[in-house]
């Protein structure tokens, strides 16, 4: 669309090519046997990894996951929060609770509240945010998301970001105003099926999405987040094989997992997950960790509390506490509260993910980043 930039790069073909060629069904246990032996996995073992194949030892690769995790990151957990900070959406996304067609409760913080909520964040010792709006340009623009990550570096020493793709230049800006890195959830690969889900809006716009991790880089982002919620093998697999292709073009650049589920949202508690069961689930999460063994991992809170501790055990390396979906969740005198984007499953306050993860002899830790 007009003023959507084009960076000419090849990327999103060979993920799509990639995903296409992938046949999860020819995989046998010896090929599973032969990824988890290897130092260095290839993308065919990646593609291994997720395969039906790898279930059964599903066990063997944890084990071998916990020991990459170890290797690169000891027993750390680093500990975040996201606030959401505007919840009107322009798109028509069908899983989601933001979007436009959704009869709830839109709200949008001014810079005043802003503070206050980053104000008693900081208050719980976090020293990590991530800024989340709903995708309207007209409402969250990217001077209004600029101005927050400004109030957020007086509190918070990392700051990232959750917002609609924007260009490089725009990403440029939001990197001087003080955002590290950029997370941008592709929900799925196949354009077909991601046309089915994104029924109106900029979304809908597939190469744009796609390429908006490149362009955050381009801009001088550090680092860059990935994520899928549709088809758990497919869209595992080009997720990674995306990042993967990324890190090679960018080395530099910070690579991080999310493994989201579907969550019900207001005004259609159906949404669940289907196929991806929590056996699928840590099949996803060890094996972008043997793909990719210095990627962060996030295990979110729609997980619940018993998943999210084993997780962070094996695989996981990041996790979120204190959270809300809504708007201006986080201190009672803001009047215009907006309403979640899902319901969490977690509702876990700071201190209590804080001591779980000492009882289970791990190490938090507030922030992996000090400005010099």
């Known amino acids: ?30 090929d599973v046997r032969r990824a988890i032996a290897h130092d260095i996995r290839t993308p065919e073992d990646f593609a291994a990894l997720l395969s039906p194949a790898a279930l059964p030892l599903l066990e063997e690769i944890a084990q071998a996951a916990q020991a990459e995790t170890r290797k690169h990151f000891g ?18 996304c069908i899983y989601c609770g933001f979007n436009c067609h959704n009869k709830i409760n839109r709200a949008q913080l001014n810079e005043e509240e802003i503070e206050k909520e980053m104000a008693a964040i900081a208050k719980t010792g976090l020293q990590e945010i991530l800024i989340l709006t709903g995708e309207s340009r007209s409402k969250s623009t990217v001077e209004y998301i600029g101005n927050a990550c ?23 800006f939001l990197h001087e105003c003080g955002a590290d890195y950029v997370t941008v959830f592709q929900e799925t690969y196949n354009s077909d099926k991601y046309e089915t889900l994104h029924l109106a809006g900029h979304k809908r716009i597939f190469p744009y999405r796609v390429n908006a991790q490149e362009r955050a880089l381009m801009g001088g982002m550090r680092g860059v987040g990935f994520g899928a919620l549709d088809d758990f093998r497919k869209d595992a697999f080009s997720t990674g094989y995306h990042a993967y292709l990324l890190q090679r073009k960018y080395p530099h650049a910070e690579i991080a997992f999310s493994c989201p589920r579907l969550r019900p949202i207001i005004n259609n508690d159906r949404i669940n997950p289907m196929d991806v069961h929590e056996p699928q689930l840590l099949q996803v999460v060890c094996a ?27 695989s996981a390396t990041k996790i979120s506490a204190g959270v809300s979906t809504g708007i201006g969740s986080h201190v009672d005198d803001i ?31 507030m922030s992996d980043y000090i400005y010099v």
């Open 75 to 92: 027993n750390s957990v680093y500990m975040f929060t996201p606030i959401y900070i505007a919840n009107y959406c322009e798109n028509y």
């Open 335 to 365: 009047e215009d509260k907006g309403d979640d984007q899902f319901e969490i499953s977690d509702g876990r306050s700071v201190d209590e993910v804080y001591q779980a993860l000492l009882s289970n002899n791990m190490q938090p830790v």
């Open 1 to 30: 669309l007009p003023g959507m930039e084009d960076i000419g790069s090849d990327v999103m073909d060979q993920v799509i090519s990639a995903m296409n060629a992938y046949d999860y069904e020819k995989y046998t246990e010896a």
């Open 288 to 314: 972008y960790r043997l793909f990719m063994p210095f990627a962060s991992i996030t295990v979110s809170t729609r997980e619940c509390a018993r998943v999210r501790d084993n997780l962070v055990q094996i």
């Open 150 to 172: 400004k109030i957020a570096r007086k509190y918070f020493k990392v700051i990232g970001l959750e917002i609609y793709p924007v260009n490089s230049d725009e990403y440029a």
